[in-house]
DNA sequence: TATAAACTTGACCATTTTAGTCGGGTATGT
DNA sequence: ACATACCCGACTAAAATGGTCAAGTTTATA
């Protein structure tokens, strides 16, 4: 079970962008520079928030990203969403009344993974980007 | 966030291990037909299960492998270390003071995946082999 | 108005991981 | 003896990951 790059770097980067665009858009070369990592990658990942409507974009010279939603209001859950960072604990069709391997019938572990897919969700649910401006203002002393 | 299926097929095998080992040892053949599993990959799983002395091998006809444990000994973290599933969601090195790409200090969210891969391996903490027995005992019904 | 900064889009790619397979063993109950 | 079942290591096809690259378009500002 690991966390991708695009799920951390999504994060990181928003964090980033919180902490700056309230005086003026903030270019993704500066999140670059700042997070160390690839600009190219990052247009991508910007791509698709932009698409899930979590920020804005404003072309053109001094142009960059700004958050479309209040810090409290992006949840990592839609951030992750947003990135196509799901949690998969089974390879069987949830609404399918078929289990894994071709079974007729869900299998032995299906309701554990089920119960581990909502305990890991709910970590998502309850955590905003809020959070982690306050947490990490705490963490700089 | 996937979980993959060596470690799904892991528990998956002990359950049904631990449900008809009482009566005589359990060849990987008859697990490979009842939960649909490769029989070849099951072998290597068993290996390593057997390494760290969660199951005890009987060699020959009627051979087979049983428990080495009470099912209640036996916690989803020891099953996932054993079959090195593991819940990563940092890159960087945990002990290092240095963060991810390479950067001299951890990063804006680093304390936050942290908090996530406690979250996690909580839930593996807490189940144990016998929580799915009787679990399924009831979803029999 | 020329220029450069910065977003936009889509294709491409190397590497790593996953989920196995395959081919040989060795031990042992009947 | 022989079939059953564990044991062990090498190999591999396919998918996912973590990017890169090329060729745009938009717009502030000098
Ligand atoms: S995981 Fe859903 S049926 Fe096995
Ligand atoms: S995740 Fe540990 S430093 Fe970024």
Redesign the interface.
Request: net charge positive; glycine share 8%; aromatic share 4%.
């Given at each position: 079970?690991?966390?991708?790059?695009k799920?951390?770097y999504a994060?990181?980067a928003l964090?980033?962008l919180a902490r700056f665009d309230n005086i003026n858009p903030v270019s993704l070369r500066d999140i670059s520079l700042r997070?160390?990592?690839s600009l190219d990658y990052l247009e991508q990942i910007f791509s698709k928030l932009k698409k899930n409507e979590i920020v804005k974009s404003i072309r053109g010279t001094q142009g960059g990203y700004v958050l479309n939603k209040n810090p409290n209001e992006i949840k990592l859950t839609n951030i992750f969403h947003a990135v196509d960072?799901?949690?998969?604990?089974?390879?069987c069709k949830k609404e399918s009344k078929k289990g894994?391997?071709?079974?007729a019938t869900k299998?032995?572990?299906h309701?554990?993974?089920d119960?581990?897919e909502v305990?890991?969700n709910t970590?998502f649910e309850n955590?905003s980007l809020k959070d982690?401006l306050n947490?990490?203002q705490e963490?700089r002393v």
């Open positions: 079970m690991k966390l991708t790059s799920g951390r994060v990181m964090v980033d997070q160390g990592i960072e799901k949690v998969k604990t089974v390879q894994c391997n071709g079974k299998c032995v572990t309701n554990l993974w119960e581990l305990h890991i970590f955590k982690l947490n990490n963490t």
